[in-house]
């Protein structure tokens, strides 16, 4: 791969980070009079600043996921660390992503938002990576490659293998990103973080953990490119009711594997009802909390279920979806009604 150096925006890499109050003075004792941040000295537990390092939640992550702290970025959200990656590697107007379709809009419209080139290739078929065709696309200005691994809104993992030789092949970053890889039983790329240089892993509370409100998305990478990320990130992105939130949540971890356990056998039921329905006509294999479906016709079957007040999600536009519904697995209760719902239609 390039240097960090040299895939670095140039103007990013010179950038002195603004310096807050607190990254000034950071001993916390409690003797200490803190008058340095013009905040309203009266403690109602939110009066001061929160920790713009997110020092105790990133010491709980290094332990559960077995990375350095310093490998680990938080952001308001994966949208967030995906945006400032995006804006630390990419020259507006001149540089490009590239994104393997249908994924996650998201990628996508940060790229424009950005002025990035989204270059985009299609999945195959079955929703596997088409490596020969990725390799060939990729331009000198291709700084970043987006892996959604279990894909949205497919639902599948990518082929390990193909997503190795990508890794191994290409000289900008790799960006894995994991939204839902709690609900699959393979292992995360995390484990090879230290392998590769150019790998990003992204992972996020919204799914899994079940705390999409409080916006908790986590960036891992070598310390390089999480330096480089850390001067460009506002300073106190992380709230501290997010951090607190999110610091009990990853304590939970039982509990989360048991939900996950429990929707894990309700998408299995799920699959097997939607396998023998009149207009469903392929179920795709998922690897996620959510199963991608090819019905008949999927503009008349998702305003029907609207009319039986059930949400799910037309990806009828999308790039190899023609007709196809993502329906998200709720308890078993709404499996319930989901299922009543799909029969009286
Ligand atoms: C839901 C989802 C996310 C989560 O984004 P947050 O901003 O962390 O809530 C990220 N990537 C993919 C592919 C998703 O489907």
């Not at 916390?28 to 009266?42: G, I, R, T, V």
């Amino acid at each position: 791969m390039k240097s960090i150096k040299a895939l670095t925006r140039p103007s990013i890499w010179e950038i002195k980070p603004y310096s807050s109050a607190r990254d000034e003075f950071e001993i916390q004792d409690d003797n200490l009079l803190f008058l340095d941040a013009n905040e309203n000295p009266f403690n109602n537990n939110l009066n001061r600043y929160p920790d713009p390092k997110q020092f105790f939640l990133k010491q709980k992550l290094s332990e559960l996921k077995h990375v350095k702290p310093k490998q680990i970025l938080i952001g308001n959200g994966s949208d967030e660390v995906l945006d400032l990656l995006f804006r630390a590697f990419c020259e507006p107007f001149k540089d490009s992503i590239l994104t393997l379709t249908p994924t996650y809009g998201m990628y996508g419209v940060l790229a424009h938002l950005n002025a990035i080139e989204n270059q985009e290739v299609s999945l195959t078929s079955d929703f596997q990576i088409d490596v020969e065709n990725v390799l060939k696309t990729i331009q000198k200005n291709t700084k970043i490659i987006i892996l959604c691994s279990p894909n949205n809104p497919s639902g599948n993992l990518l082929d390990s293998k193909a997503i190795e030789q990508i890794i191994k092949v290409f000289d900008g970053l790799v960006i894995i990103d994991e939204a839902y890889i709690d609900f699959t039983n393979s292992r995360s790329w995390l484990d090879r973080l230290n392998e590769f240089p150019n790998l990003v892993v992204i992972q996020t509370l919204s799914k899994a953990y079940g705390l999409a409100a409080i916006r908790l998305g986590m960036c891992f990478a070598s310390k390089n490119i999480i330096e480089i990320l850390n001067k460009i990130k506002p300073p106190y992105n992380i709230n501290s009711l997010t951090q607190d939130a999110a610091l009990s949540g990853i304590l939970k971890r039982d509990e989360v594997e048991r939900q996950i356990k429990i929707i894990v056998t309700e998408r299995n039921k799920l699959i097997i009802f939607l396998k023998q329905l009149y207009f469903v006509e392929n179920v795709f294999p998922t690897d996620s909390n959510f199963i991608l479906i090819r019905v008949d016709n999927a503009n008349l079957r998702y305003k029907q279920l609207i009319s039986k007040n059930v949400i799910v999600r037309n990806r009828h536009k999308q790039n190899l979806c023609q007709n196809c519904l993502r329906i998200t697995i709720g308890t078993p209760d709404d499996n319930i009604k989901l299922i009543n719902a799909l029969k009286s239609i």
